[in-house]
């Protein structure tokens, strides 16, 4: 069966700081996704990436950066010099192979980032 | 374009009462997609609409529960009778069937039953 682990129920940092969310999964499937959503307070969820389990290489999009090892099973997600906007709730997802489209994701509980000014 | 909507918002019922929670998917998605996610834990998939055909019905929790696309556009989730374990926020979401698959996601309906 798939599984998600997000360790880090709430984490707190100051503007500036840089943060690490922890993303652990499990999975028998050979060809799979994984996914970062963002949940602002308005609460819907936001799609921040999908990675293909062939595609180990790291992804950079300004502020926000991603570690995929399939070594440790580990997609971990890094906001650089974190802003107050930043905060959310964030769930790390994974999903077996797509068939026409079509994404069972599988969520982890989700981490709760609060960046204060 | 418009994102993907759900109404209400949020509903607070008695048990054993009925609610119909609405999704209006993204203009053009065929894939429409429920989940649920009950305080504290995961938010877990429910079931899977290509059009107005149910694909996969698999995380229903029980017969209590009626999800339905007519005319493959909106969908309406059922729950009756209601129960205390229900409580919890719904979640739709719709992506396209070629292209591009990413979910995106509606705010959800926030359920409480008393």
């Known amino acids: 069966a798939q599984k998600v682990t997000q360790a880090q129920t709430e984490i707190s940092v100051v503007e500036k700081e840089d943060v690490t969310l922890d993303c652990v999964y499990e999975?028998?499937?050979?060809?799979?996704?994984l996914f970062w959503y963002k949940q602002p307070p308005s609460g819907e969820l936001v799609f921040l990436i999908r990675?293909?389990?062939?595609?180990?290489q790291n992804e950079i999009s300004g502020r926000y950066s991603w570690n995929f090892q399939k070594s440790t099973s580990s997609f971990n997600f890094t906001i650089t010099a974190s802003q107050v906007v930043d905060s959310a709730v964030y769930f790390c997802?994974?999903?077996?192979?797509?068939?026409?489209?079509?994404?069972?994701?599988?969520f982890g509980t989700g981490t709760r980032l609060l960046v204060s000014p | 374009e418009a994102g993907v909507t759900q109404f209400p918002s949020h509903s607070v019922i008695e048990k054993g009462q009925t609610v119909t929670l609405r999704c209006d998917p993204i203009s053009g998605h065929d894939n429409l997609y429920w989940y649920r996610r009950v305080m504290g834990k995961e938010i877990k998939f429910l079931l899977h609409f290509v059009k107005e055909s149910k694909q996969d019905e698999s995380g229903m929790p029980n017969n209590r529960f009626l999800a339905e696309r007519t005319g493959g556009t909106y969908s309406t989730l059922k729950v009756q009778p209601a129960e205390l374990e229900d409580s919890g926020v719904y979640f739709c979401?719709?992506?396209?069937?070629?292209?591009?698959?990413?979910?995106?996601f509606g705010p959800g309906t926030r359920l409480t039953v008393t």
């Open positions: 999975t028998r499937d050979t060809t799979y996704y």
């Open positions: 979401a719709s992506s396209r069937v070629t292209g591009r698959y990413e979910q995106y």
């Open positions: 990675r293909n389990s062939f595609d180990e």
């Open positions: 997802a994974l999903s077996e192979a797509l068939m026409a489209g079509f994404q069972k994701l599988v």
